[in-house]
């Protein structure tokens, strides 16, 4: 996948993830955003694990990134 259809991608999932989000705000049925689903989820310890495993997966830097690093401290 190019870097344009990936943005394309990550942009049209943030964009429905926010309708589903407003949508969830006005409607009559509570307790059903995202957040409060995420919550009633979070009680499972899975849940949780997972979502620093994705957050981990996102923040970690590349292997190049670590030996460019490491150079520039040999020098």
Known sequence: ???DK???VVSVAIL???AYEMY???NSKPKDTISESM???SKRPLV???LGMLTGHFVWQGQ???E???KGQAE
């Open 39 to 41: 919550w009633r989820a």
């Open 1 to 3: 996948m190019t870097k």
């Open 24 to 26: 969830t705000l006005v």
């Open 68 to 70: 460019d690093y490491w």
């Open 64 to 66: 190049d990134v670590y």
């Open 6 to 8: 990936t943005s394309t």
């Open 48 to 50: 949780p694990f997972a």
């Open 16 to 18: 429905g993830l926010l």
